[in-house]
């Protein structure tokens, strides 16, 4: 699938990694460093727009990585990039470690995944059909 980009950033476009990988890092578009400290959040510019294909959209996740060794994640995760947004792709990142955590320009902070979406149509209904787990909520189904 082609999909139009303009980058504005000082970096390649986002790539896959792996031949299998589903997502491409996206990097941190900035002049300067940025310090997150502790419990603190950012809006880290891309330099990215895209123009997705109707019933698409983008991901953004976090990179495992940053999530497991610094504690640093997307707050917002997945955020959404819907196939008529066409500003900038911006990562809301946050810190939940206990140290200050200094975004490097360039630095791979998130990664995006493209997916396919469908839209729905409401069937309103007065009774829902019966199954086995019911209204069982979270842990319903049991812990093994």
């Given at each position: 699938m082609k999909v139009k980009i303009v980058n504005q950033s000082a970096f390649a476009l986002p790539a896959y990694a792996t031949p299998l990988s589903a997502g491409m890092d996206l990097r941190a578009n900035l002049a300067e460093p940025v310090v997150l400290k502790p419990l603190d959040r950012a809006m880290i510019p891309t330099g990215l727009?895209?123009?997705?294909?109707?019933?698409?959209?983008?991901?953004?996740?976090?990179?495992?990585?940053?999530?497991?060794?610094?504690?640093?994640?997307?707050?917002?995760?997945?955020?959404?990039?819907?196939?008529?947004?066409?500003?900038?792709?911006?990562?809301?990142?946050?810190?939940?470690?206990?140290?200050?955590?200094?975004?490097?320009?360039g630095e791979r902070i998130a990664q995006m995944v493209i997916a396919r979406h469908e839209r729905v149509e409401w069937e309103d209904v007065d009774v829902l059909d019966e199954t086995e787990r019911g209204a069982g909520g979270f842990g319903s189904t049991g812990v093994k």
């Open positions: 727009y895209i123009a997705l294909p109707e019933g698409f959209e983008a991901q953004v996740r976090p990179r495992s990585g940053l999530a497991a060794k610094k504690g640093i994640t997307v707050l917002n995760a997945p955020g959404t990039v819907d196939a008529d947004y066409r500003g900038e792709i911006r990562v809301i990142l946050v810190n939940l470690s206990h140290e200050d955590f200094t975004v490097e320009p």
